[in-house]
């Protein structure tokens, strides 16, 4: 116990104990003696009497130091005693010997320190001021400085240049410490040095505040994210940014200040499906690739040329003022384009349709400049090869024309707005074979509308896949129900473009469609143009194999028209080929006509084939075809593509009547 100044008024045995002084000694002496001789010259102990006079009690602890000058490590607890009417009395003082503990402490905390020096996060202590006071190995190590000239530098100046909007420490100085935030350090060569962030603030004794920072080093993630993000945005074969890039650049302008200068030019290489097959996929890429350079290389500086796939290029240009307008543009990105490429010692013409399009002329529509555009390319295209066309508002009226047609369409193909009519394939003799599925749509203004007005459409909104999964489930349902003249049922033809073996459904769409329907597998017929056909990977392949397994039949649709290999097309599995219109409507005014009729007519049957024509209008031409061994025909002659409920009727008189 002391009394109100801290003098000794009692003793027990266990401050004996610790402190070596007996009772006769210590009794009537001021507790100032239990203090080290610099803590009584600041004045020490008497704050704490103060402190426990004011708030009833003070912990402490801290060294002490025993009779014989020896020291301790106390844990101090001082309570204020008070008499009833609150005069102070006294106060009473706990003293215990925490030195083993103390010893205990800082053997693990030199433990600790020793651990800071080997794991693979860098860490640093700074002072209240930002200053690195120690920081560990491996923070130098990822830094390449060393300590000495760690040690006093300010958090500021550890930030890559590319990083010093936010200061390091306290920035958010509520964060809990384990949300780590990404920041760029400067290493002393200057490269950057990406880390996760974490760090905690504290406060020493004597009240000033510090900081622990840890450091996780993320570069190789950071490398990683930034080539993924790269990969994402540009295209492999030529590493000119992709179809992404272009909409995310076009996003950015268009909400800019100068979306009225904006421009875009859209290119297509004239006939590149003839260079990739006549010299191979390989050579189409190395003339693509030889484009693409030769391109980033002649647009303006301001400009951007981008591959948007296989022979599709485009320019964004931020400002067409600056680069002397937009048919200057276009002008010499066109010559860019109008080129020859050696391709393995020989000379490759190429040169491409160019479309443009500013932003002025867009109607507001910024996000709709590429489709301005492509549409100008289409119809340079139809101008002649090389040839240059810019958008005008009649081109951007009628591709928003086209907008609202792909929307109705949509809405068409969910809504059961299609219907298909029926043309009948006979083997010449009056009996129906089969029948063609083909597509039509009432539209609610333009009337009944035939595959060629709106397949360009479905084409270019995707709607392809969709398209064709409506027509082979209402086609194998419609079939199924069909009368069976002569007691043969005549097999049903669905033309598929959008839908096609590569697509990982195709074999369970076919399967669900033809399930549904309860249509006998044998009699569908799928076509497929022949260059779907090329190159068919042994997957799909397969799949087509397994189908044919169960009966279904593939067509090589518009036979003659796809300049594929012959000997390419041996090795697909298809039973029927169709020879394309093109040759039956020139028979009888050429020779050369015949000749590849009844050259496409042995081919078929070489590949153990039936081989259809197709487009037969007059009497002469089937005679002619039935001589050079046709098996089917398809035509006017026989009978126009017919209504549902016609072609029924058809089907109930038996034969067909030329
Ligand atoms: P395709 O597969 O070659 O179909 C034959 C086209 O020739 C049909 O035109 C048909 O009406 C027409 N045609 C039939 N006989 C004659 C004739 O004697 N003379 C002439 N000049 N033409 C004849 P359509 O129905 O306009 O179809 C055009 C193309 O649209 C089709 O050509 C096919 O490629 C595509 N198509 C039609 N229906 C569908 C469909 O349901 N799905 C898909 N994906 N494409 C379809
Ligand atoms: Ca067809
Ligand atoms: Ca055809």
Redesign the pocket.
């Known amino acids: 116990m002391l009394d109100v100044d801290g003098h000794v008024t009692s003793w027990n045995p266990g401050a004996e104990q610790i402190k070596g002084y007996r009772a006769d000694e210590i009794l009537g002496r001021h507790f100032a003696v239990f203090y080290p001789p610099e803590r009584v010259v600041t004045g020490d102990p008497d704050n704490p009497l103060r402190e426990a006079a004011r708030v009833g009690y003070h912990l402490d602890q801290g060294w002490r130091v025993r009779k014989d000058g020896s020291r301790f490590f106390a844990d101090v607890a001082i309570t204020a005693l008070r008499a009833s009417d609150g005069r102070l009395r006294g106060f009473a003082k706990v003293t215990r010997d925490e030195t083993d503990a103390r010893t205990r402490q800082e053997r693990a905390s030199r433990r600790f320190s020793d651990l800071c020096g080997v794991i693979p996060v860098g860490i640093a202590l700074f002072d209240e001021s930002g200053r690195v006071v120690d920081a560990n190995d491996t923070l130098c190590r990822l830094l390449c400085l060393e300590r000495d000239h760690l040690r006093g530098t300010h958090a500021a100046d550890l930030l890559h240049p590319q990083d010093r909007d936010e200061p390091l420490l306290g920035s958010r100085p509520n964060s809990p410490a384990d949300e780590a935030v990404h920041r760029v350090l400067a290493r002393s060569d200057e490269l950057p040095l990406h880390c996760d962030v974490r760090t905690a603030v504290s406060v020493h004794d004597d009240g000033s505040r510090f900081w622990l920072v840890a450091f996780q080093d993320v570069t190789d993630r950071q490398q990683q994210t930034e080539r993924l993000r790269y990969e994402a945005t540009h295209d492999a074969l030529t590493g000119l940014p992709n179809r992404r890039a272009v909409r995310d650049l076009l996003g950015e302008l268009m909400h800019g200040p100068d979306a009225e200068r904006v421009a875009v030019l859209f290119c297509d290489v004239n006939n590149f499906k003839r260079i990739n097959d006549s010299l191979g996929h390989d050579a189409g890429d190395e003339v693509v690739v030889e484009l693409a350079r030769r391109l980033r290389e002649g647009v303006p500086p301001c400009c951007t040329a981008a591959r948007l796939s296989g022979d599709e290029f485009v320019v964004v240009c931020p400002d067409v003022g600056g680069v002397g307008g937009l048919s200057r543009l276009a002008e010499v990105v066109s010559g860019v384009l109008r080129t020859a490429v050696p391709v393995r010692g020989q000379l490759v013409r190429v040169s491409a349709a160019v479309g443009g399009v500013v932003g002025a002329d867009a109607a507001g529509r910024g996000e709709d400049l590429l489709r301005f555009a492509d549409a100008a390319m289409y119809r340079a295209k139809r101008g002649g090869p090389g040839r240059v066309s810019l958008a005008d508002p009649a081109l951007v009226a009628a591709v928003d024309g086209q907008l609202r047609l792909e929307t109705e369409l949509r809405e068409a193909i969910e809504g059961d707005g299609l219907t298909?009519?029926y043309?009948p394939i006979t083997d010449g003799r009056g009996e129906i074979l089969s029948a063609?599925?083909?597509?039509r749509w009432h539209h609610p203004v333009h009337g009944l509308l035939?595959?060629?007005a709106f397949?360009p459409v479905a084409e270019q909104s995707d709607l392809?896949p969709d398209?064709?999964r409506w027509?082979l489930r209402t086609a194998l349902a419609e079939a199924a129900g069909w009368p069976a003249p002569g007691g043969r049922h005549p097999s049903i033809a669905?033309?598929?473009?959008?839908l096609l073996p590569h697509h990982p459904e195709f074999a369970a769409e076919i399967a669900a469609s033809i399930d549904e329907s309860g249509i006998d597998p044998r009699r569908v017929v799928l076509?497929l143009?022949e260059t779907v056909l090329l190159d068919l990977p042994a997957g799909p392949r397969r799949v087509m194999e397994e189908l044919a397994e169960q009966g279904v039949r593939f067509a090589v649709?518009?036979f003659g028209t796809g300049y594929s290999s012959l000997a390419r097309l041996k090795d697909t599995p298809t039973q029927i080929i169709?020879a394309?219109?093109q040759f039956v409507?020139g028979l009888g005014e050429d020779g050369r006509d015949l000749a590849i009729a009844r050259a496409v007519a042995e081919f078929a049957h070489a590949l153990g084939c039936l081989c259809v024509a197709?487009?037969?209008?007059t009497r002469d031409q089937h005679d002619l075809l039935a001589g050079v061994g046709i098996d089917a025909y398809?035509?006017?002659?026989f009978s126009?593509?017919l209504p549902r409920e016609e072609f029924r009727d058809l089907l109930g008189d038996g034969r067909l009547h030329r």
């Open positions: 298909l009519h043309q063609e599925a083909l597509v035939s595959p060629g397949l392809l398209l064709d027509v669905v033309n598929l473009s959008g076509e143009v649709d518009d169709k394309d219109r409507a197709e487009g037969v209008e398809q035509g006017w002659l126009h593509a």
